[in-house]
Antibody
Framework: QITLKESGPTLVKPTQTLTLTCTFS??????????VGWIRQPPGKALEWLAL???????RYSPSLKSRLTITKDTSKNQVVLTMTNMDPVDTATYYC???????????WGQGTLVTVSS | QSALTQPPSASGSPGQSVTISCTGT?????????VSWYQQHPGKAPKLMIY???KRPSGVPDRFSGSKSGNTASLTVSGLQAEDEADYYC???????????FGTGTKVTVL
């Protein structure tokens, strides 16, 4: 059974750095072909890709957010960490992590975590 | 890259069919056979319904089908049921240097 769960702060202040952790089970990020990504969804709005890391440590970032994002993995802990710098109220959203084996496809999703950016 | 374009809403009566379009460009939808569709109920995480244009993951009813023509992909839900009422998002691969791109989302209402 594959599960993913996001954890991190629910409230951050403007200009602060957000660190989110995705802890997963049921698969290994050292298995060829697997990728774990982060997607966010502002309240009432559409999904938006943020970052993706593959089993071989290849990384992809949203072009519009690339300068603010860092994605890393800890295979031994079954975790993927996303950091986003210089948070702004427009970054208020539910942040999801998701895992997949296909091209640009995510088969399994976490429940999501709502992050509010406010002073 | 720009979001893929979907109609904001679609509806149908129980038992009927509804088709949702997803329009992109030759750099995403039209260039690759890597279009996925996700279903999202209110307050829930998205669920993969279709991948690689027309393939269904295990457990997804065959009432859900996908297709593509040119720069437009489509999701058809046949035999609409009350539980199909949800938001649907398409997603497409956009090249090796890109993450991919999501659609704007379509709210499906079962009348």
């Amino acid at each position: 059974q594959i599960t993913l769960k996001e954890s991190g702060p629910t409230l951050v202040k403007p200009t602060q750095t957000l660190t989110l952790t995705c802890t997963f089970s049921g698969f290994s990020l050292s298995t060829s072909g697997v990728g774990v990504g982060w997607i966010r969804q502002p309240p009432g709005k559409a999904l938006e890709w943020l970052a993706l890391i593959y089993w071989d440590d290849d990384k992809r970032y949203s072009p519009s957010l690339k300068s603010r994002l860092t994605i890393t993995k800890d295979t031994s802990k079954n975790q993927v960490v996303l950091t986003m710098t210089n948070m702004d109220p427009v970054d208020t959203a539910t942040y999801y992590c998701a895992a997949g084996w296909g091209v640009a496809t995510h088969d399994y999703w976490g429940q999501g975590t709502l992050v509010t950016v406010s002073s | 890259q720009s979001a893929l374009t979907q109609p904001p809403s679609a509806s149908g009566s129980p038992g009927q069919s509804v088709t949702i379009s997803c329009t992109g460009t030759s750099s995403d939808v039209g260039g690759y056979n890597y279009v996925s569709w996700y279903q999202q109920h209110p307050g829930k995480a998205p669920k993969l319904m279709i991948y690689e244009v027309s393939k269904r993951p295990s457990g997804v009813p065959d009432r859900f089908s996908g297709s593509k023509s040119g720069n437009t992909a489509s999701l058809t839900v046949s035999g609409l049921q009350a539980e199909d009422e949800a938001d649907y998002y398409c997603s497409s691969y956009a090249g090796s240097n890109n993450l991919g791109v999501f659609g704007t989302g379509t709210k499906v209402t079962v009348l």
